[in-house]
Nanobody, 120 residues
Framework: QVQLVESGGGSAQAGGSLRLSCAAS????????MGWFRQAPGKEREFVAR????????YYAGSVKDRFAISRDKAKNTVYLQMNSLKPEDAAVYYC?????????????WGQGTQVSVSS
């Protein structure tokens, strides 16, 4: 099992930036991928971005492509989400996730979430 702790959430103005961090601990040797999801009030949780530790491959949801950037520091077992040009629709609780399956694209560990607010 992998434990995940998010940080960096807070308030930003529309057009501003925030950087989220997610520190992994526990069975980190088994990490295959990490990602970010978000959930706004009254809406389902949605995928935001993911990154593969091996191959350094990234994928983004269309709603955040060209505005957000996911990166990782293997030595620190930490993944980041740089959020630029924030929009009010980006306001949500952001969750860090980790996956250990080498074949299936899955996430089986989740953080507690960090709140992101965007004011206009």
């Amino acid at each position: 099992q992998v434990q995940l702790v998010e940080s960096g959430g807070g308030s930003a103005q529309a057009g501003g930036s925030l950087r989220l961090s997610c520190a992994a601990s526990g069975r980190t040797f088994s990490l295959v991928r990490m990602g970010w999801f978000r959930q706004a009030p009254g809406k389902e949780r949605e995928f935001v971005a993911r990154i593969s530790w091996s191959g350094d491959t990234t994928y983004y949801a269309g709603s955040v492509k060209d505005r957000f950037a996911i990166s990782r520091d293997k030595a620190k077992n930490t993944v980041y989400l740089q959020m630029n040009s924030l929009k009010p629709e980006d306001a949500a609780v952001y969750y860090c996730a980790a996956g250990r399956d080498k074949v299936r694209l899955t996430f089986d560990s989740w953080g507690q979430g960090t709140q992101v607010s965007v004011s206009s």
